[in-house]
């Protein structure tokens, strides 16, 4: 087992975040890891998520614990990849547990540093381990373990449950046929 010790320079703590084999938790990726610990039933590669998640579940660009930072395929990531929040530490750090990040392995309590010009987690660095963060990754942003906001809910008052889009209001008036 291999442990990293990363300082917090805003805490001034320390924080361990253990890699364990990933063939003893039956994980060798992160989309069945991150489906299993956020409950977050989406299936597909990771870069598919954040358009699977539309109309699902709520996206966004906060982070929270258990929701899901979506990250977008790259060169060197062309599935993308799925890490779920564990702790948010503030409003550009957090700690993630994730599954294949490190080949075969299950991480947990992983420093990522939101480093977006815009503060929105579109760009994120993950620890290296020894105070060190590797390389700019793109996000798509959050996906939270609820419904998204612009959907309704109707029950009869028993066990039947409709789901809807929020109607957006129709407009009255007929366009005018005389104009050519």
């Not at 489906?35 to 998640?53: C, Q, T, Y």
């Not at 982070?63 to 948010?88: C, I, Q, S, W």
């Not at 020894?130 to 793109?138: A, E, H, I, S």
């Not at 009869?156 to 104009?179: C, F, S, Y």
Request: hydrophobic fraction near 40%; charge should be positive.
């Amino acid at each position: 087992m291999v442990h990293h010790v990363v300082l917090h320079e805003a805490r001034r703590d320390h924080v361990r975040y253990p890699h364990r084999l990933a063939s003893s938790h039956g994980y060798r990726w992160c989309v069945p890891y991150a489906r299993d610990v956020s409950h977050i039933d989406i299936k597909g590669d990771a870069f598919l998520w954040w358009a699977e998640a539309a109309g699902r579940y709520a996206r966004g660009h906060r982070p929270e614990p258990r929701a899901v930072l979506n990250f977008r395929p790259t060169g060197r990531m062309p599935l993308g990849h799925v890490a779920v929040v564990a702790k948010v530490i503030n409003s550009r750090e957090v700690l993630v547990n994730q599954a294949n990040w490190i080949p075969d392995t299950v991480s947990h309590d992983v420093p990522v540093i939101d480093v977006s010009p815009h503060n929105n987690w579109t760009e994120v660095r993950v620890a290296l381990g020894n105070g060190r963060f590797g390389m700019t990754y793109p996000t798509y942003g959050f996906i939270y373990d609820q419904a998204p906001s612009n959907i309704v809910y109707a029950s009869n008052g028993g066990t039947e449950v409709a789901e809807a889009p929020v109607a957006h209001k129709i407009r009255l008036t007929a366009p005018n046929r005389k104009l050519r």
